[in-house]
């Protein structure tokens, strides 16, 4: 299903007794970070920086990158993490990862960071009660890469994801490496052939890489009733990451750097993950924050499209990006029980499944966050549609990105956040102005004919009465024995 | 090379010792003819005090040889009673009789039910 | 005195010794300690606590003229030359399978640099792979040992700042020297220039660090006398008994240190030896 050519940008939708109001923050594609109130007012752009995502913290400061390295050398590597405050000024910053010298490039410290980091004080960087980021001090975590080598996986040149963690005064005081934990994630023979020979590779100068894991998100648990009942694997200082290109989301113990809970890569081995069912090029996965409905219970945005290493299929048949599905899931998942909790799937939206669920569907980026009443925003990033919706899964309020790029044409954002007023004091708290849905079927644009306006209609002898139909060229849920 | 031997009228422990109940109801410690043979000609044994105590699992003498220093691991809790005072000047009795004139030390054990391992099961063990 | 040899069968190092002996017509007595096993057992009975073992068991050959009991090649040999002259410079060899290493060109003490450059010589013409190290003092006679072709590994250790390098290393560092002992040491083909995070009795005689600050001020000095920020390094900790171990996460406040000065800084991973 495609989209309308013709359809309103902004805010569409908005319930304010419904929402848990506040400001937006989202990367608007080649323009900056822009932070807007419920009705899409901006109150204020930091123009030119490319936060992937971008922060909001107490005080009005803004968490960012200031842009990316050469892509003919490099796959997605942040030149720096940067804290700016309200009026763009740089007041922390980390670079210090890599010195390199591209050619044609003055020689630099980079970040390469990518995709996600964490400021102590805060686990997973949006509001959650009584812990709030600290913005003069403390260590920040940084999703990271470097290039490694690692015959076990493959013999090509990897681009691995790292885990730096930082001090205020920017400098590495713990680090994490993926590939050296390759044999912990539990990849079967035949996804390890695939992996070999190709391992997501990137035709990079002067050598190409493989793009192995994919990591794009990273937090930390934080404080959770898990590890409070004596479960060690949820240590409040373990990290939770999720790797898209091997539909797999896992816990890194932070004392020891071993993989101590996963989900993926494969999920069919137990009940449970059946009944989970294949979680696909996944994004965002975190857990619930304590103190937040849900705290304890991982979200995960399970994007669907394509992912994973497997042995060659029709849908895949190098055995690259094997799993496929058109549309997504937003699942919270119990993660002792290993069992969906909540969820906001094309069902819940409404869509007739199969035939309409790609309706819900964002193949890559996007992201979730849990709201204090309840309610979660989502983030369909590919094209740029940031919606909350309660728990009951009514959408009460929805923004649709006006900002469309110039190198990359489409209007996608990465991952948004909903920031309480609080944190952000250089504004004065804004009108709240509800916004009723249109009724899309009455409304046209100038030129076109309204609704009914309809020259002549005639009845035809022998018509029998409309119904649901289980023959719409596809299985439909229609079928399901259950009903 | 001759094939080792675990005689089945001992306990045996995975660390590669053995314990004999003597006559007056101590029991005699020593290492297996497995340990020996990898440990090469002992050149050196040093062993404990009469009166020490050493929990199960815990290594009570080091032997050496020319190539390594290996702990011994003692199979049963207990006091040690008596030393082999002739491995001072003939530790290479360890090689030459593991099972008998080679044993390290004699000791009162805490509790002579403690979980050991049958000479087939060590001999299992050490031929996987 | 007499002198008493204890060796292994097919011991490269102890075949060294005696040919060095025999060369210069001093007379000794061998036992292997397999063939002559009563005679080396009792020996090492006796002498046990002055006897040391390397990871994979005693070090062969075993010297000893009645005097002193000498162990390794690369000091029996320096014994052989000098006395205890060349102690300073000459130690342990923490390297095994034909490598030789303890070989400390910078510690040379004046007067001794024919009997050092002789003791190198005989060490790689003998059979043994031998890595030199130089703390960047005496470059004018690690380019004289450079030049005989007889060293297989060149290994530069930055052992502290230039403030602390007399407590440290047991002399001043000059910077012209130091930038020449780096281009010796570059100019060789298997190279590796250290940051040592060294370990030293300090004030009142304690042992201590060297700090990660003070690592990034002999990483300056090495900047101060190459002018080379890229210079690769990497920064590796001396272990010592009496403190706790330093080593993975860390060194990362040592390499952040040095990375502000020297930008390609590394830590060495154990699988790269």
């Not at chain 1, 029709?314 to 058109?326: E, F, I, N, Q, Y």
Request: glycine share 10%; charged share 25%.
């Amino acid at each position: 299903m495609g989209h309308p050519t013709i359809y309103p940008t902004g805010v569409t939708v908005y319930d304010p007794e419904k929402c848990w109001n506040g400001l937006t923050i989202f990367q608007a594609q080649e323009v900056g970070a822009v932070l807007m109130d419920m009705n899409g007012r901006e109150v204020n752009v930091w123009k030119g920086v490319l936060g992937m995502p971008n922060k909001i913290f107490p005080g009005g400061y803004l968490m960012t990158s200031r842009g990316r390295r050469d892509g003919k050398f490099s796959v997605q590597d942040g030149i720096d993490v940067v804290q700016v405050d309200w009026e763009g000024k740089v007041v922390w910053k980390f670079d210090q990862n890599e010195f390199i010298e591209d050619p044609g490039y003055e020689g630099r410290w980079i970040a390469r960071y990518h995709h996600d980091f964490q400021r102590e004080g805060n686990p997973v960087g949006y509001y959650a009660p009584g812990m709030e980021p600290k913005t003069d001090s403390g260590n920040t975590l940084v999703l990271a890469h470097r290039n490694a080598r690692n015959s076990a996986i493959s013999d090509k040149q990897l681009l691995d994801d790292l885990i730096l963690e930082v001090n205020w005064e920017g400098e590495i005081v713990w680090e994490w490496n993926c590939h050296e934990h390759f044999e912990e994630f539990g990849f079967r023979e035949g996804p390890k052939n695939t992996l070999a020979r190709n391992p997501n590779y990137r035709p990079t100068k002067p050598e190409g890489m493989g793009d192995w894991m994919h990591i794009n998100s990273m937090s930390v648990l934080g404080p959770n009733k898990w590890y409070d009942a004596g479960d060690q694997r949820f240590h409040p200082d373990n990290i939770i990451v999720d790797g898209r290109e091997a539909n797999i989301t896992f816990i890194i113990d932070k004392k020891s750097g071993k993989v101590v809970w996963k989900l993926g890569p494969d999920y069919d081995s137990t009940p449970e993950l059946k009944a989970i069912g294949w979680i696909i090029g996944q994004h965002h996965c975190h857990m619930i924050p304590a103190g937040l409905p849900g705290a304890g219970n991982i979200l995960i945005f399970d994007n669907g499209g394509w992912g994973g290493y497997d042995v060659p299929n029709p849908g895949s048949p190098t055995g690259v990006k094997a799993a496929l599905r058109d549309y997504s899931r937003v699942l919270e998942i119990d993660p002792v029980a290993m069992k969906i909790v909540w969820q906001y799937t094309p069902s819940e939206a409404g869509f007739l499944f199969p035939m309409d669920s790609n309706r819900f569907y964002s193949p890559f980026i996007s992201g979730m966050q849990r709201l204090p009443n309840g309610n979660t925003l989502i983030t369909e990033g590919s094209d740029g549609r940031v919606f909350e919706v309660t728990p009951d899964h009514k959408i009460v309020w929805e923004f649709i990105s006006p900002y469309w790029g110039k190198h990359v044409p489409m209007n996608m954002t990465y991952r948004a956040y909903r920031v309480p007023y609080e944190w952000v004091p250089q504004v004065k708290k804004p009108a709240e102005t509800p916004i009723k849905p249109l009724d899309v079927f009455s409304f046209r644009v100038p030129g076109a004919a309204a609704l009914g306006d309809r020259a002549k209609e005639v009845t035809v002898d022998g018509c029998v009465p409309y119904g649901g139909s289980n023959a719409l060229c596809v299985a439909s849920v229609d079928d399901d024995d259950k009903k | 090379m001759s094939e080792l031997k675990y005689p089945d009228d001992r306990r045996y422990h995975a660390e590669h010792l053995w314990a004999k109940q003597a006559a007056d109801g101590s029991w005699v410690i020593g290492i297996t003819d497995f340990a020996q043979d990898q440990l090469g000609e002992v050149i050196f044994i040093d062993l404990p005090e009469a009166g020490a105590h050493f929990k199960q699992g815990i290594s009570c003498a080091e032997i050496e040889s020319a190539k390594v220093v290996s702990p011994a691991i003692v199979p049963l809790s207990g006091a040690v009673v008596e030393v082999n005072a002739a491995l001072n000047d003939t530790p290479e009795l360890v090689n030459s009789d593991p099972y008998g004139q080679g044993w390290l030390i004699r000791i009162k054990a805490d509790d002579p039910n403690e979980a050991t391992i049958t000479a087939a099961q060590y001999k299992a063990q050490v031929e996987a | 005195m007499s002198i008493t040899l204890y060796t292994a069968p097919n011991c490269l190092r102890c075949k060294i010794v005696k040919e060095f002996l025999a060369k210069r017509g001093q007379g000794y007595t061998a036992y292997d300690f397999k063939e002559d096993k009563d005679i080396f057992n009792n020996y090492y009975r006796a002498n046990r606590s002055s006897i040391y073992r390397n990871p994979e068991g005693v070090e062969f050959p075993i010297f000893d003229d009645g005097n002193v009991i000498k162990q390794g090649t690369g000091e029996i040999l320096a014994y052989l030359l000098s006395g205890r002259v060349l102690e300073s410079c000459v130690t342990r060899s923490e390297l095994l399978h034909g490598w030789i290493s303890g070989l400390n060109v910078s510690a040379c003490p004046a007067g001794q640099e024919e009997n050092f450059s002789t003791l190198i010589r005989v060490l790689a013409k003998g059979g043994l792979t031998v890595q030199l190290r130089s703390d960047g003092r005496r470059s004018d006679l690690l380019k004289t040992i450079l030049d005989e072709g007889t060293v297989s590994r060149m290994v530069l250790d930055i052992v502290a700042p230039s403030r602390l390098y007399p407590t440290v290393a047991g002399g001043p560092i000059d910077l012209e020297d130091l930038n020449r002992s780096i281009s010796l040491t570059r100019s060789h083909a298997d190279h590796l220039i250290r940051i040592v995070v060294s370990a030293y009795a300090g004030e009142g005689g304690a042992m201590t660090r060297i700090t990660p600050a003070e690592a990034g001020e002999a990483a300056q000095m090495v900047l101060d006398a190459c002018g080379n920020r890229m210079l690769p390094v990497f920064v590796e900790a001396a272990q010592n008994a009496g403190l706790e171990p330093l080593e993975g996460q860390a060194l990362l406040p040592y390499r952040s240190k040095v990375r502000n000065v020297l930008v390609k800084a590394e830590i060495r991973k154990p699988e790269a030896h």
